[in-house]
């Protein structure tokens, strides 16, 4: 009876806990075309390296952007942690109006100490604020495109 309750705590820290990670995604609506506004969405994403972008499905990935993370390392708080993100944005069109939703994946790597832990890379929680950014990007486009923004 005991390893029944380990096992069906373990379980219920795991799944908030991934939850907690994966995060909500943010999203805009808008009352215009599908064809709009995946065309919004998908020049929305200039600055980043899609390695998908699926009209059909309504799927953009774009690859991992790595660059320095702001946690040090160690007591003497040196610097050379790193970060990567990617962003999945879906333009959904089942119903008017159409929602496009923004999610990031966020990892974080440490090549010394306890947190590095060999040479795997971390999930940690998405940074809510890059994602408001990128979709008040696609809304501002939206907007100046002609379409309404749904509340």
Request: some cysteine; glycine content about 6%; proline content about 3%.
């Amino acid at each position: 009876m005991g390893s029944h309750v380990v096992l069906s705590l373990f379980l219920v820290v795991s799944t908030v806990g991934c939850a907690a990670v994966s995060g909500a995604p943010s999203t805009v609506k808008a009352a215009c075309s599908y064809d709009q506004a995946w065309s919004v969405a998908l020049s929305s994403m200039d600055e980043f390296v899609l390695t998908q972008e699926d009209k059909n499905k309504g799927v953009i990935e774009t690859d991992w952007a790595t660059f320095a993370s702001e946690r040090s390392i160690g007591v003497f708080q040196r610097q050379g942690n790193k970060e990567r993100a990617r962003f999945f944005v879906n333009v959904e069109a089942a119903r008017q109006p159409v929602t496009i939703s923004v999610r990031q994946t966020r990892e974080f790597f440490s090549p010394v100490g306890a947190r590095s832990q060999g040479i795997a890379w971390k999930r940690i929680p998405p940074n809510a604020e890059e994602e408001r950014r990128l979709v008040q990007r696609i809304t501002n486009q939206l907007l100046s495109e002609g379409c309404t923004v749904v509340g």
